[in-house]
């Protein structure tokens, strides 16, 4: 029989003071609720206009549904422990958040560098667009990410599970995370890490040399039209885009390239709840503010809700 003392963890969260915690409280509320409508905002138009029925909207609904669970499945479990002071969450509870969190982080990965390369497609083989991006491949390109982010994160995951916690209960974390979860375990944690190590290479470097690559032949290709306008133009396509995977691997490599230290874990924490937080609520207004598209579809439905008043986006 396993030894084997601890079956509920402890999560510090980020502060104990109470006037953060308001703070903290409320922000993190409105910036949840702000994700959610966004985020629903996005999937409703590209499901109800027709002019964005094209592979760029299929996608872009996919990862405003990623984004949702993503969200969810770590911000509500810290607004209850803010406001309830209910610091504990069960062993099982624990290991599921940090299955959800990294299966929807890795697939979200995957599905940004398919993204890219859509764009790639959509400028540097414009007459293929439709052969190459059809929808088939779409829903195929849909289902390789969630595929791709099970193989990566089950097996890790699944070896965590075996691990032993004997001495410590107590994780330095808002939510359940692999790192802080291995500093407290008192079994052998090297194939463990080997593995996380392993497939945070898998999952972050090669996407984000996928988004690398399909950029380089992107800015080529654009430099090579003959007028401006038709720059303009194509810049404008790809710049939500952008924007948006500029966010979600900064923050990323902001955290995990720079040396570790004792006074880093809180800022280390901080950068994670936002992009936990603040990245899901940003992208739906980054694509629906930089995108003609998105706002003449949100001014067409507005029209289709109230006949009565003229709502135009500037």
């Given amino acids: 029989m396993r030894n084997r003392t601890v079956t509920t963890f402890i999560l510090l969260g980020l502060t104990d003071d109470t006037r953060l915690k308001i703070l903290l409280f409320i922000f993190l509320f409105l910036s949840y609720t702000l994700s959610l409508s966004?985020?629903?905002?996005?999937?409703?138009?590209?499901?109800?206009?027709?002019?964005?029925?094209?592979?760029?909207?299929?996608?872009?609904?996919?990862?405003?549904?990623?984004?949702?669970?993503?969200?969810?499945?770590?911000?509500?479990?810290?607004?209850?422990?803010?406001?309830?002071?209910?610091?504990?969450?069960?062993?099982?509870?624990?290991?599921?958040?940090?299955?959800?969190?990294?299966?929807?982080?890795?697939?979200?990965?995957?599905?940004?560098?398919?993204?890219?390369?859509?764009?790639?497609?959509?400028?540097?083989?414009?007459?293929?667009?439709?052969?190459i991006m059809n929808s088939r491949a779409c829903r195929n390109f849909i289902l390789f990410c969630w595929v791709a982010a099970l193989m990566i994160v089950l097996p890790p995951v699944s070896l965590g599970l075996g691990l032993e916690f004997c001495d410590s209960n107590l994780i330095d974390h808002f939510c359940c995370d692999a790192a802080p979860l291995l500093k407290i375990s008192c079994s052998d944690t090297q194939l463990v890490e080997q593995m996380v190590i392993a497939d945070a290479v898998l999952a972050f470097i090669t996407t984000f040399m996928c988004v690398i690559l399909s950029y380089i032949y992107i800015i080529r290709t654009i430099l090579r039209f003959p007028s401006a306008k038709q720059r303009k133009k194509a810049f404008s396509t790809c710049s939500s885009h952008m924007i948006v995977v500029s966010i979600t691997y900064g923050s990323c490599i902001f955290i995990y390239i720079k040396p570790s230290s004792k006074d880093d874990v809180a800022i280390n924490k901080g950068i994670s709840l936002l992009i936990i937080s603040i990245s899901p609520m940003l992208n739906p207004f980054i694509y629906a503010l930089r995108n003609k598209q998105v706002k003449q579809a949100f001014n067409y439905s507005i029209k289709k809700l109230h006949p009565s008043q003229r709502c135009k986006i500037n």
């Fill in 38 to 131: 966004g985020n629903i905002t996005i999937i409703t138009l590209t499901l109800a206009d027709p002019r964005l029925k094209t592979p760029m909207y299929i996608l872009l609904k996919n990862f405003s549904f990623l984004e949702i669970l993503l969200t969810t499945s770590c911000i509500p479990r810290f607004l209850y422990s803010i406001s309830s002071g209910d610091k504990s969450i069960t062993y099982i509870a624990c290991f599921t958040q940090l299955l959800f969190i990294d299966i929807f982080a890795v697939t979200e990965f995957f599905l940004l560098a398919i993204m890219s390369y859509d764009r790639y497609v959509a400028i540097c083989k414009p007459l293929h667009y439709m052969t």
